[in-house]
């Protein structure tokens, strides 16, 4: 597998995502820029990041009907976007329009969905009707997208290894809610460290403020690099 780590550029000024990009080797990591930069800098961002040599994920997490995503879906793969996705939670007939859409038009952006935010709790997960567990409700969303013709899901680390034994090795499973031994666990309630995400099954981790909050950002980089090496290194 290369290039697991996906820095997520979580600015609200190109400026700053871009001095962000300048401490990331393309050759080893890839970026994410989501809505907090793509509402404040629009395609401008993905544009000035394929320019340095990045694969861009575009984490949009599109949610709508079917024509409207796999419009969005379209639009974002003609940005040349290496990666783009949508909420699982909008149901298969939306996913498998969107995937179809990129299909027809041969192009290789791949497209994942989100299945529960790694934010949620079971509690949380409950207060919005859904009474079944997390590791049930993300099961059942990503057999969906699977059968829907999607490349993967974004989900916690915590069920990469439930979703690789169901699903298989190919089917992309990427983890944000990393969190290395130094960082803070902010907002996220399912959470595992970078060597615990890869030995799961993650297919590619995202990681935004362990990074780009750190005091040192290079510093925290490196160590997350080399954490990530000692596992691939066993393989
Ligand atoms: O379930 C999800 C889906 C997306 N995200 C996004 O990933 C990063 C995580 O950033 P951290 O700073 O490492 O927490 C962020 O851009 C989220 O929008 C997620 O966290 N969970």
Do not use: Y
Request: aromatic letters at 2%; glycine letters at 6%; hydrophobic letters at 45%.
């Amino acid at each position: 597998m290369q290039k697991p780590i996906i820095v997520a550029l979580d600015h609200d000024r190109l400026d700053d995502a871009l001095a962000t990009s300048d401490l990331i080797d393309p050759a080893l990591c890839r970026v994410k820029v989501g809505k907090e930069l793509f509402t404040s800098a629009g395609p401008a961002a993905v544009n000035a990041l394929h320019q340095r040599g990045f694969d861009v994920f575009l984490d949009l997490k599109f949610h709508d009907i079917p024509n409207t995503v796999a419009k969005a879906v379209l639009a974002a793969a003609d940005l040349g976007v290496w990666m783009v996705n949508v909420h699982a939670s909008g149901g298969e007939a939306m996913m498998a329009h969107a995937a179809s859409a990129l299909a027809q038009r041969n192009l290789p952006t791949k497209l994942i969905a989100v299945t529960v935010l790694t934010s949620m709790s079971e509690s949380d997960l409950k207060q919005v009707g859904v009474d079944s567990g997390i590791d049930a409700q993300v099961l059942r969303l990503a057999t969906l997208a699977q059968r829907a013709g999607l490349d993967g899901v974004v989900c916690s680390a915590r069920e990469s290894a439930a979703l690789r034994e169901a699903l298989g090795d190919e089917f992309l499973k990427v983890t944000p809610g990393i969190r290395p031994s130094f960082a803070a666990v902010d907002d996220q309630q399912r959470i595992t460290t970078p060597a615990e995400a890869l030995t799961n099954g993650s297919t590619h981790l995202v990681i935004g403020r362990p990074i780009t909050r750190a005091k040192t950002p290079r510093e925290a980089l490196a160590l997350i690099q080399r954490e990530v090496e000692g596992v691939l290194s066993t393989r």
